[in-house]
């Protein structure tokens, strides 16, 4: 071969992978392994030095003065044996199989192990299965173990999906502080206020004697002024919880009070005349006003 040729380091696609599954064959066979993980009575030959490769929290046990250091068997808590299956798997074959019946389990494990591409694959696949029926609570699921990027996911769509989150039971099961944060959220996407004063209104009905008293608490959050006057009269006036109490008559005159006097609006901006993301304005898109009683 003529001309100089310069070195050059080359790298193959295939070397890693013919490790790992050369290492899972002798994890099968049991072969070369220095460690058993003990998960509900059943035993999982390993090798430390995968463990410790592929998870900071084997790192530390194996690699500190922790007692687990130097015994051929660790007892593993807080999983199960078909999880820890899983796991395993994962750490020697860098596939991981989430379902809807296991990754409830299979993300808190992988945060106890410390397994970063267990949970970053369990976070994609909720956020793939996010609907109006389970969006909220797997806000909270996300939230509890902090996966960040899940939980900011839930709550875009929870609020893209108002309408349509609020008819279902992880709503109405709410605390009254999770209501709020969700109602007063400027983010919501409605083409009217009329789903925020119903979704409110149904949540209270559900549980009326612990709910009713935080009926003038969470109807503050909600922009009565920017509601039809039709509506404000035919519908909110016509409320039962609304008659009984005089703080939340107090709302409905303010939003009364800006449908009749249009030259005070100005005077009265805040939290409740400022329009959500998408939302209509009335006052802009309709013929005369009704009269107001």
Known sequence: MGGIMAPKDIMTNTH?????????SLRKSNTLCDVTLRVEQKDFPAHRI????????????????????????????????????????FVYTETVHVTVENVQELLPA????????????CCEFLESQLDPSNCLGIRDFA????????????????????????????FILLSQGEVEKLIKCDEIQVDSEEPVFEAVINWV???KKEREESLPNLLQ???????????????????????CSLQCRDLVDEAKKFHLRPELRSQMQGPRTRARLGKLIPWQNEGPEPVLD
């Open 50 to 89: 995968v463990l410790a490769a592929c998870s900071d929290y084997f790192c530390a046990m194996f690699t500190s003065e922790l007692s687990e250091k130097g015994k051929p068997y660790v007892d593993i808590q807080g999983l199960t044996a078909s999880t820890m299956e899983i796991l395993l798997d």
């Open 16 to 24: 890693a992978k013919s490790i790992l599954n050369s290492m899972n």
């Open 221 to 243: 959050y909600v922009r009565m002024p920017l509601l039809t006057p039709r509506y404000i009269t035919d519908v909110i006036d016509a409320e039962p919880f609304i008659r």
């Open 143 to 170: 939230e509890t173990h902090n996966c960040v990027d899940l939980m900011q996911a839930a709550e875009v769509f929870s609020q893209k999906h108002f309408p349509e989150v609020v008819q279902h039971e992880e």
């Open 110 to 121: 992988a945060c106890l192990l410390q397994l970063k591409g267990v949970k970053q694959a």
């Open 205 to 207: 009905k559900h549980a």
